[in-house]
């Protein structure tokens, strides 16, 4: 089975930066997409970004978009989310995810990595 490992989260003021990686283990090909969600508390998982299997597209959510940059790195087999001008409202355990070519769902979750922003 493919399995995905969250890293790089932490605590950070607001303002500041934060890296998180992905790696990915497993079969895949090059056409698995990948996506970071997000969850805070008391809140229900939501879709932060998005990247093809090659890397050339990508998509964000509204709430990130210019701040965030998700990239690639397929001979290492790692994904990355860039984070900057971090919000307190950022706040939450991000969630690595991956799903193949033809596959509705992603299926493929990390156990995820959590990220603090304070005021």
């Known amino acids: 089975q493919v399995q995905l490992v969250e890293s790089g989260g932490g605590l950070v003021q607001a303002g500041g930066s934060l890296r998180l990686s992905c790696v990915v283990s497993?079969?895949?090909?090059?056409?698995?997409?990948m996506a970071w969600f997000r969850q805070a508390p008391g809140k229900e998982r939501e879709f932060v970004a998005g990247?093809?299997?090659?890397?050339?597209?990508?998509s964000y959510a509204d709430s990130v978009k210019g701040r965030f940059t998700f990239s690639r790195d397929n001979a290492k087999n790692t994904a990355y989310l860039q984070m900057n001008s971090l919000k307190p409202e950022d706040t939450a355990v991000y969630y690595c995810?991956?799903?193949?070519?033809?596959?509705?769902?992603?299926?493929?979750w990390g156990q995820g990595t959590q990220v603090t922003v304070s005021s």
């Open positions: 995810a991956g799903r193949p070519l033809g596959v509705k769902e992603f299926k493929d």
């Open positions: 497993g079969r895949t090909s090059s056409f698995y997409r």
């Open positions: 990247v093809s299997g090659s890397g050339g597209m990508s």
